[in-house]
């Protein structure tokens, strides 16, 4: 091919501290996602407590305005 210009394969070592510095980001990233999604299912607001809790209902109910809209339901 006429204007082609042939690129040097890249060293054993080089694809390999590249492929390492990728996976080393992808377990940075993963570790601050999963912090996150346990600190937000942690989170006392979150809905899905109530759906899962094994409190009785009355004793269920917090603060939060959807929680007292779903308790004043209930009664």
Do not use: D
């Not at 346990?38 to 899962?52: A, K, M, R, Y």
């Amino acid at each position: 091919l006429e204007g082609s210009v042939a690129l040097p394969k890249e060293s054993f070592s080089s694809v390999l501290t590249k492929n390492i510095m990728a996976m080393m980001v992808w377990l940075v990233l993963s570790i601050i996602n999963s912090s996150m999604v346990h600190t937000f299912l942690q989170h006392s607001s979150f809905p899905l407590t109530l759906v899962f809790s094994t409190r009785t209902p009355a004793t269920s109910c917090s603060s939060a305005w959807w929680s007292m809209m779903l308790c004043s339901s209930r009664l």
